[in-house]
RNA sequence: GGAGAGGUUCCCGAGUGGCCAAAGGGAUCAGACUGUAAAUCUGACGGCGAAGCCUUCGGAGGUUCGAAUCCUCCCCUCUCCA
């Protein structure tokens, strides 16, 4: 049994721990069942949620016991901890689809001796008054109040909906101890008042001891959250956002983070993540190209990543070939006949939002077919623009759409 | 329930009858420089367009030649009181 502690601790993944001292004398002792929960907020996990997976998934390698909780009970609630105010609330219905989408997501993160469950089995069949009695009263009103992850929404306002998810995951820590015999949860830094509560309540019903791991909570270097860009959420669904972006989005990772990244987001060995996070200029500019396709190739698969990588070549190298993994889109080919104006064109695959920004970057020169610039917004795509049936669109540097006759 | 303060374009925030598609900052986008990085400089930044037109300042009405700005009602947030 590797000492995955030592592991999780070398690639960065701990921030905080309830007892520094027991912890890894734990891990080491045997297999431990820990957990991570992730909320059905969305229909899909985005890169943020890589670290708790990749540790999950160190985890296992290590030989310990994974779980994962879908949150379809707490969603019901909604998290305060650390947000500035109360989320939409969501429907059951859509709750349990959100859940279904990441079940399969995190399934490509842990195997077969791991578990994916989901809390509302246990959590929305409670009866409001014994829980109460049996959970509530081990909660101090006052202790939750000076948690640091309510202080914000004590200034702007905190439902009591809300004010009762502590209790809920604090519950679920508990089940999961009873049931599964779970002796650590994980989660991200906002995750700290919530898992000690977790922890106390174990102590106090089982007077037992349970621990707790944080992750630091990811910013990219300039300050940016992990996995957030101008356009959205970088999403693991391929339908959200394509290998292609995804892999891009790794890609265009920022000098100073290649390091910190490779140590996250890809499995290679430490030894080598130190080395390519040491390089220079030119050959850091690879290390890039190297996280990309090892972070693409744990989301989405080796092919894909191959696939990723050569339509960025392509895309940016110039090579022929390797087009394949570039957004794509159909166009019926008598639409060309007469010649498309290039801003109905560009709009039109969603390169832009509208057509007054297509004006606005032909203006500027930030807009190409190909390699030609184009100069003036009348211009016409015509067949004679076309290549194998096809006229690469371009908007600045990085921007690629392809365009195909049907 | 009572009193007060607020809700402005992605975010923060100015604007109290025409000069307002709305200051300033941030974010973003494009150009230059580069390494698909950072920093810096330049420009753009509601929509449709040739001019010009259309839609926007919590919602619905109203006053006015003219409203983000005034009036009425409603919704929401915060602070203090109960």
Known sequence: MSDVYAILKERGFVS???????????????????????????????????????ALAHMERAGHRPIAILGG???????????T?????????????????????????????????????????????????????????????????YKI????????????????????????????????????????????????????????PAYGLTFPLLETASGEKMGKTARGAVWLDAELTSAYEFYQYFRNTDDR?????????????MDEV??????????????????????TAVVHGKEAA?????????AFCGSADGDAGIPTTELDSKRFAAGIGVVDLFAEVGLCKSKSEVRRLIKQGGARIADRRITTIEEKITPADLCDGCVLLRVGKKKVHRVVLR
């Open 153 to 208: 929404r004590l200034e702007k306002g905190l439902s009591f909906l809300e004010f009762n998810y502590q209790l809920l995951q604090a519950y679920d820590y508990l089940v999961l101890f009873q049931k599964y015999g779970c002796h650590l949860q994980m989660g991200g830094d906002d995750q700290w008042g919530n898992i000690v509560a977790g922890m106390d309540l174990i102590r106090r019903v089982e007077a037992k």
């Open 274 to 295: 130190r080395a390519l996070g040491a390089e220079k200029d030119a050959a850091l500019n690879r290390s890039k190209e190297r996280l990309a396709y090892e972070a």
């Open 16 to 54: 905080q721990v309830t007892d520094e001292a027991a912890l890894p004398g734990l891990l080491a002792a045997g297999p431990v069942t820990c957990y991570v929960g992730f909320d059905p907020t969305a229909a899909s996990l985005h890169a943020g949620s890589l670290l708790p997976l990749m």
């Open 85 to 149: 105010e109360m989320r939409k609330m969501l429907s059951q219905d859509d709750i349990s689809a959100n859940g279904e989408g990441l079940r399969q997501q995190i399934r490509k993160f842990i195997g077969a001796d791991g578990l994916v469950l989901d809390n509302s089995d246990w959590l929305l069949e409670l009866s409001y008054v014994s829980f109460l009695r049996e959970i509530g009263r081990h909660f101090s009103v006052n202790r939750m109040l000076t948690a640091e992850s």
């Open 257 to 269: 983070d290649v390091a910190r990244f490779l140590a996250f987001f890809t499995f290679l060995p």
């Open 306 to 314: 191959e696939k990723a990588q050569q339509a960025a070549r392509s």
């Open 73 to 83: 009970g707490t969603a019901m609630v909604g998290d305060p901890s650390g947000k």
